[in-house]
């Protein structure tokens, strides 16, 4: 599982463009003002903590060292990169022709007919925002979104708002200590792991970067740059980091959760034995550019609601959608 001050757009517009799709594409969701994210400025604690603040931090730092290590994994760190890294710009699987463009827009199109409505109806939720301002704000709404629902990560974010006053109170949430933080985040579900990765990512946040929550350098840096930097942090693998580089820093990505990996298997559009980072990396490379946002969002409805599709279904053969998708190829084939 990144604001904007434009007014509220309809969550479905037309023309992706005529040569990618003839049918609809899904706009960004624009956050309504009432939204944290939205009304958040870009500024930071640019000032060193007060002494009290500081010893509070350093105290519960010093408790939890053991199971949460405050300094980066730089192992860690460069494999998670070198693993990124080495398909970048290709998929890691060159002979392997699935989805060609043509099978991305007749997906595209037959997944726009069934979900749209769906899709545009949790767009037009005022607490999906357009767009997150903020590097660190992105990271935390993508722990936050991790391995959830949507609407469970929603209920983490009103846990934070109740407990310290606003979505990204940094200091608070540091100086409060991890308890007070899973109590918070108990409404989203998985509240002490979170817990556990929020605080560890604060606490590198402010070894190496001078007592400042500002990480918006990130925003200027090229791409591949870009994923190196927030990959150093721990718990921040490729499919969060593509979640900051989409909703923060504005970059088409494809992002392969849950759903869109199990899709992926069933309509062999990625190799049976590939892992979720592996077909994110392939499926990056093979879809347009111009239907990644779209085809991200309508696998995740069709993947929540096909009785074939859905997680645990034990529904074998092609499902409705799969056939649509054949017979509308063969269509478009005999056409030319």
């Known amino acids: 599982m990144g604001p904007s001050t434009r007014a509220a757009t309809k969550a479905v517009q037309n023309g992706i463009s005529k040569s990618a799709s003839p049918s609809k594409a899904i706009s960004r969701p624009v956050a309504n003002s009432k939204h944290k994210v939205v009304k958040r400025e870009t500024k930071f604690h640019k000032t060193k903590l007060d002494n009290k603040t500081k010893e509070s931090i350093v105290a519960t730092t010093a408790i939890d060292s053991k199971s949460t290590p405050v300094t980066n994994d730089d192992n860690l760190a460069n494999k998670k990169w070198t693993s990124w890294s080495a ?17 991305c827009k007749a997906a595209h199109t037959v997944l726009h007919k069934m979900h749209h409505e769906a899709v545009a109806k949790e767009f037009a939720d005022p607490d999906t925002p357009e767009t997150i301002a903020n590097v660190l704000d992105a990271m935390i709404i993508a722990v936050l979104s991790q391995a959830t629902s949507w609407s469970n990560a929603k209920r983490a974010t009103g ?39 929020i605080m560890t990512i604060l606490r590198q946040v402010q070894e190496a970067n001078d007592a400042s929550w500002d990480l918006n350098y990130i925003i200027d840096l090229p791409t591949e740059q870009a994923m190196e930097k927030l990959l150093q942090f721990k718990y921040i693998g490729s499919k969060s980091a593509g979640v900051v580089l989409s909703w923060c820093l504005k970059r088409t990505v494809y992002i392969v959760d849950t759903h869109c990996y199990r899709i992926a298997k069933l309509w062999n559009w990625t190799p049976k034995d590939a892992t979720v980072e592996k077909t994110q990396q392939h499926l990056d490379a093979k879809i ?49």
């Not at 398909?87 to 099978?103: G, L, N, V, W």
């Not at 034990?314 to 005999?334: M, P, S």
């Open 87 to 103: 398909h970048s710009s290709a998929s890691p699987f060159p002979t392997f022709a699935h989805p060609t463009a043509q099978e």
């Open 159 to 197: 846990g934070l708002r109740s407990t310290y006053g606003d979505l990204f109170a940094y200091d608070a949430i540091l100086a409060k200590g991890d308890e007070t933080l899973q109590q918070a985040l108990r409404p989203g579900g998985l509240h002490i792991r979170k817990a556990e990765i």
């Open 288 to 336: 347009p550019t111009e239907l990644k946002f779209d085809l991200h969002f309508l696998m995740i409805a069709h993947g929540r609601t096909c009785p074939v599709c859905r997680g645990g279904s034990k529904v074998g053969g092609l499902c409705d959608a799969q056939k649509e998708i054949k017979t509308l190829l063969k269509k478009e084939g005999a056409k030319k």
